[in-house]
């Protein structure tokens, strides 16, 4: 699946939803769903930094797509681990240009997220956001 397909189903799933407490519970569960990091990856390398809570994002070689890359993720709020799941749906083995290419801040404005987080939720949406595209660029080059 494309990131426009894994856009397009996410995007069903939050407008099937009737209004935000539902979406927020959605999120939740998203996070909650989330398999743990190896003990040893919640480290200072994996941190991504600019978040009020603390997050931690692996990037490596996708076994399902050569050339694409794979992404797991963690964070110790529920919320922001919704986050982190939404995001890795959107760009596990994707193709670094695919990734680079989307414009995942208009789509999280698009299905109302953007508008519905806190300023310090939305700045680590956004640092999470830069941590996914520089692995992009990084396996680009």
């Known amino acids: ?15 099937f939803l009737d209004d935000w407490e539902a979406r927020f519970a959605h999120l939740i569960d998203l996070g909650k769903a989330l398999p743990p990091l ?12 600019g978040c009020s809570s603390q997050v931690w994002l692996v990037s490596e070689p996708s076994p399902a797509a050569p050339g694409a890359l ?14 982190v799941a939404l995001l890795l749906h959107l760009f596990s083995d994707q193709q670094p240009d695919d990734i680079l290419a989307f414009d995942a801040p208009a789509f999280f404005k698009e299905i109302g997220i953007a508008d519905a987080l806190t300023p310090q939720r939305s700045n680590g949406l956004a640092s999470m956001l830069t941590r ?3 692995a992009a660029s990084a396996q680009r080059s």
């Open 1 to 15: 699946m494309s990131v426009k397909d894994q856009a397009a189903a996410l995007r069903e799933d939050m407008t």
């Open 38 to 49: 190896q003990r040893d990856e919640y480290n200072e390398d994996n941190k991504v930094r």
């Open 70 to 83: 794979r992404f797991r993720g963690a964070s110790d709020a529920m919320i922001v681990a919704g986050l």
């Open 132 to 134: 996914i595209r520089s």
